[in-house]
């Protein structure tokens, strides 16, 4: 979206639809889910020609100056970790138009109250 052609009351208008918009701060993971399957290693199982047994599925979580930690998630908690996740993206990606809007109304000298 090209905030510098809006109206200053209708970058308000939209920073207030986002605020409104946004998930409960609480309900938020900032990760990756990683979906594998493995082989089991014996020679008569099917895994051998598919796949592999699976899913098995892994939430990667960022760790500040290092690896990333990987651990499993059940896969009946797969959906709430995915919508934690997406709630996150979410959050991130309006507090970064939220942000955007404040500049473009600072630029304009404008009150961001």
Same mark, same amino acid.
């Given at each position: 979206?090209?905030?510098?052609?809006?109206?200053?009351?209708?970058?308000?208008?939209?920073?207030?639809?986002?605020?409104?918009?946004?998930?409960?701060?609480?309900?938020?993971?900032?990760?990756?889910?990683?979906?594998?399957?493995?082989?089991?290693?014996?020679?008569?199982?099917?895994?051998?020609?598919?796949?592999?047994?699976?899913?098995?599925?892994?939430?990667?979580? =960022?760790? =500040?100056?290092?690896? =990333?930690?990987?651990?499993?998630?059940?896969?009946?908690?797969?959906?709430?970790?995915?919508?934690?996740?997406?709630?996150?993206?979410?959050?991130?990606?309006?507090?970064?138009?939220?942000?955007?809007?404040?500049?473009?109304?600072?630029?304009?000298?404008?009150?961001?109250?």
């Amino acid at each position: 979206m090209d905030i510098q052609h809006l109206s200053s009351a209708a970058l308000r208008k939209r920073r207030h639809r986002l605020a409104r918009g946004l998930p409960p701060i609480e309900q938020v993971l900032r990760g990756s889910l990683i979906e594998t399957y493995k082989r089991c290693g014996r020679p008569n199982c099917h895994c051998m020609n598919g796949p592999g047994h699976g899913p098995k599925r892994y939430l990667s979580i =960022p760790q =500040p100056g290092g690896r =990333p930690r990987r651990d499993y998630v059940p896969n009946n908690a797969y959906p709430h970790a995915a919508q934690l996740i997406a709630n996150f993206r979410k959050l991130r990606d309006a507090l970064d138009e939220i942000g955007a809007i404040n500049a473009e109304l600072l630029r304009r000298r404008e009150e961001i109250g």
